[in-house]
């Protein structure tokens, strides 16, 4: 029989959780000490006497920040619903039907959803701007296919591929159409499969980078990611405000971490780990 | 075709009814999936096939101003880009920041991942905890390390305490320093706190696929190692690393194509840095391309990025291709 693990297991792997919530945790203490204690000599202390709000309040009313939340909820939003729709169909098309080049095509789809974004950024920022598409909620849905159509097929194939193939059969010998097999058979069995996507897609969507910057430059639409990495002015790092913000972005992904880390961790580890 | 069934005997009738009626239910699937897999397809033929190929052409061209101008300048791009200083830092840089990730996100991935697999009460509280850096984005990890490393105010000040150098983070020494090309190659003492927030970050990936694999290696392997006198320690070292190689290999896949085209980390925490010690190929494809508007050198850079990953990317697709025929 296997030992059970010793105190010193337990001591250790409390440090490690320490080392993993400790910048979290600072920036907590930083977002609600008063402006003259982020610098000096009370700067390293991890704790304030004065606990102040002003930081959160700053937030949501002197900077655009509540707009950018809003702007990235409609674009992750959008983004996620469209991206499950049609990648569900060529999901459901190269795990379950037969025909020759699949796995050319998920070869294909795999290899996309590794390469560089930054390969692409070029053309699709210049065609948005000729469409006058810049600074727009499709301004980045539409290059966001680039990532998350991919992933997502990706990940529903080995969910897909999971569904017994019996269960088609049966509803071929009633007389089933494959499309109604498709909507009445398969799809609310890959519910929790396609959840799971959705989760993913929404999170990738939801903190992309470079098209963000790229494409949507002015105030009106951009997105939570470029509104903290551009929070610094010209000359002043808002320090207070700037980790007020990230205790506020970061919550509500760590509460969807605690809620779906196993559907997380399944869909992100599916098809690179043979079960 | 089918050798079993032809072994079987049956009437001509009955095989032309079996043979027609497969035939049918073929050219239906074949027409469903062509109907089902088109619109993903056209998507990703023309955003991404397709622009690549436009990136490409544009890498091979003179466009280095405002002005779009598409006439052939051969590879004058990369040319200049291998000469080019900065540039030469970005390849340094990506070099040490790739090998120093990788090794750190699968050592600690072991470690942790191992302690994790020792029944343990409590188990998935640590393992969400490992894993919600996870969630974050790249830039929310870099504004929160660079507060945290910040020689002013951050935990550098610990290090300034004790007597130690508190302004690493910006540091722009490089070790050892060799003169190479228009370099000094080495590691860039400044990159090792990207690479501490890159890990921060991605561990708990590489813990969730290393505890999958130790799952799914039977408990009769661990004992038949143990009954044959071999150490906890042997039994790990000599039984259980090699038999999750093929993780190894994911992980390494997978850490590799994120840190050969990192963008927003490195933006979000430090910048190119002074003397480019913390610049990687992105942040300079990026300014050069918006800020500077030389289009051509630009897409020379993001297809050496695009190379770089296939390198990695392309034997793992064939090698895990042969694994399922």
């Known amino acids: 029989m296997q030992k059970k693990a010793g105190p010193w297991f337990y001591v250790f792997l409390v440090g490690f959780v320490f080392v993993v919530m400790f910048p979290f945790l600072w920036m907590l203490a930083s977002s609600i000490k008063p402006m003259t204690e982020l610098f000096g000599g009370r700067a390293f202390t991890p704790y304030t006497t004065n606990p102040t709000f002003k930081n959160y309040v700053s937030v949501f009313f002197d900077y655009p920040f509540l707009r950018y939340l809003w702007n990235s909820t409609v674009i992750a939003t959008i983004t996620t619903i469209y991206t499950i729709l049609v990648a569900s169909f060529a999901a459901y098309a190269i795990a379950r039907l037969n025909f020759k080049g699949k796995a050319i095509i998920l070869g294909i789809v795999l290899s996309v959803s590794m390469f560089p974004q930054i390969a692409t950024i070029s053309p699709i920022y210049i065609i948005l701007k000729n469409l006058g598409l810049t600074n727009s909620y499709l301004g980045l849905i539409i290059p966001y296919t680039t990532i998350t159509l991919p992933l997502s097929i990706w990940i529903l194939v080995t969910f897909f591929r999971k569904i017994p193939f019996d269960l088609e059969e049966a509803a071929k010998i009633d007389g089933a159409s494959l499309m109604q097999t498709y909507w009445k058979v398969i799809l609310p069995l890959a519910v929790p499969g396609i959840f799971t996507t959705a989760i993913l897609v929404f999170i990738a969507a939801w903190n992309e980078f470079l098209f963000a910057l790229t494409i949507n430059t002015s105030n009106a639409y951009k997105t939570v990611p470029v509104g903290i990495a551009l929070f610094q002015g010209q000359f002043t790092i808002p320090w207070g405000e700037i980790s007020a913000a990230t205790v506020v972005v970061t919550v509500p992904l760590v509460i969807m971490v605690l809620i779906f880390q196993r559907r997380i961790v399944s869909g992100l580890t599916s098809g690179s780990v043979k079960e | 075709m089918d050798p079993v069934r032809s072994s079987v005997k049956e009437t001509p009738s009955e095989i032309k009814m079996k043979t027609s009626k497969k035939k049918r239910v073929l050219t239906k699937d074949h027409m469903l999936a062509i ?56 390849l340094r840089n990506t070099l040490f920041f790739t090998i120093m990730f990788i090794l750190a996100v699968i050592v600690v991935g072991i470690l942790l991942a191992i302690m994790l697999d020792q029944k343990i009460r409590q188990e998935s509280l640590f393992r969400n905890i490992f894993f919600f850096p996870m969630a974050l984005s790249f830039v929310v990890t870099g504004v929160v390390w660079q507060w945290l490393l910040n020689p002013s105010t951050g935990v550098n000040l610990f290090l300034s305490k004790i007597g130690l150098d508190s302004k690493w983070y910006t540091d722009t020494t490089i070790i050892p320093g ?70 190894t290999v994911s992980v390494v896949i997978i850490m590799a194509h994120i840190s050969l085209k990192i963008f927003d980390l490195i933006y979000a925490m430090t910048g190119p840095g002074a003397n480019y010690v913390t610049d990687v190929p992105g942040v300079y494809m990026y300014e050069t391309t918006f800020r500077g508007n030389y289009y051509a050198n630009g897409a020379a850079i993001a297809i050496i990025m695009l190379l770089s990953v296939a390198i990695f990317i392309v034997p793992y697709l064939i090698s895990s291709r042969k694994g399922e025929s």
Not at chain 2, 180 to 208: C, D, N
Not at chain 2, 220 to 246: C, H, N, T
């Open chain 2, 178 to 247: 060799v003169e190479w090309g228009k370099i000094e190659f080495g590691i860039p003492v400044a990159l090792i706190a990207v690479v501490i927030a890159a890990v921060w970050q991605m561990t708990g990936f590489s813990v969730a696929m290393y505890l999958a694999g130790l799952r799914g290696i039977p408990e009769e392997v661990r004992e038949a190692a143990r009954m044959d006198g071999a150490s906890e320690f042997q039994v790990y070292w000599k039984v259980i690393l090699p038999l999750l190689r093929p993780i």
């Open chain 2, 35 to 90: 109907g089902f897999l088109t619109p993903s397809l056209i998507l990703i033929a023309v955003f991404v096939y397709g622009f690549i190929g436009w990136t490409g052409y544009v890498s091979v061209s003179n466009w280095n101003s405002l002005v779009p101008d598409f006439s052939f300048a051969g590879f004058e791009n990369y040319v200049y880009l291998f000469q080019d200083f900065r540039f030469q830092a970005d």
